[in-house]
C-alpha cells in the first residue's frame, strides 16, 4: 500500500477518518476520502483488524503494534484537571443520546457498511482538524456509541485526537497522563498496493500482516515483500463519561488490557 492510499486511512477503534487537506495529513495522522466516497478496501479491512485484535485481552504479538503513552503516578492536579474535562465533556455531548442530533452537528458514522462494531465512531471532521491545533474539551474529535440489547446505538462517551507527532506535554496538557494513557498504532506490515489477497496470509498459525502479526520492523516486512508502516495512525484517547463511575474506570479505555498484559495495573487518581 502507497503513500496516497495510506491518505484513505483511518483512526480508531473503530477508526474515525479525518477530511484534511494533503498539506495536513503528516501533522494530523488521520485522514478521510472526500464526503460521499466509499473508503478503500484497504481502508475498511485494516480498521476491522485493528477493532478485531483490541477486543480482548493482548499477547505479544499485538503488544508490539500498540504504543501506551508512560505510566505516571497521578497528582491531585491531574484529578482536577481530568474531573474538569469529563465533566465538560459530558454536558456538552448529553443531547448526543439521539445520534440523529450527533449527525445534524456534524458527526458521521464512520464505516456504516461494517455492521457489528465493537464501539461505533461518529465523527466531526472540522472538530478533528482543529483538534490538532487546539483543545476544547467540549468539542471532541469522535463520539461513542455501544449497540445495546434493544439494538439501539448507546452513547457511551468521546475521542480526542492529537498528531501523531504531539510530544508527551502536549497530550498530558489535554488529558492527564497520571490517569490516562493515549495511545498510537505502530509498526504495521500491509500487504503492497494491488495485492489485496494477501491480507488472509498466515505463517506459523500466525497473520503475515496488520496487527497480530509477529513482524514488528522494517526488514522483517521487506523480507515478505510487504509495506511497512511505523506509524499508521495517531494518538487517540476514549473518555467513557457515560459508562465509568470515577475517573480510573471513565479513563480505562479498551486498552487496560494491554496495560494489564504489560504489567501496569489501570491508575488510581489521587485523593
Known sequence: MGTSHLRTLTIAIAFPLLAVPGRLAGQSGHVHPPAGTKPAADSVKMADMADHAMSGPMDENMMKHMQLTPTRTPTHDDSVRATKVVAE?????????????????????????????????????????????????SKPTSVLYKRGADNQLHLVGAMYTMPKNASLKRLDDRVPLGLARWHEHVNWCLPKKGDGSRWIEQKNGKPVFGPESPIATKASCDA?????????????IHVNAYEGTDLASIFADDHHDANEHAGHATPKPAR
Do not use: C
Open 224 to 236: 515478505v515483500n510487504g509495506d511497512f508502516h511505523s506509524n499508521v495512525f495517531g494518538w487517540m
Open 89 to 137: 465533556l459530558k454536558q456538552a455531548i448529553a443531547k448526543y443520546q439521539d445520534t440523529a442530533v450527533a449527525v445534524a452537528d456534524g458527526y458521521k458514522m464512520f464505516l456504516p457498511e461494517v455492521k457489528n462494531q465493537r464501539v461505533y465512531h461518529f465523527t466531526n471532521n472540522g472538530r478533528a482538524v482543529l483538534a490538532a491545533f487546539h483543545f476544547d474539551a
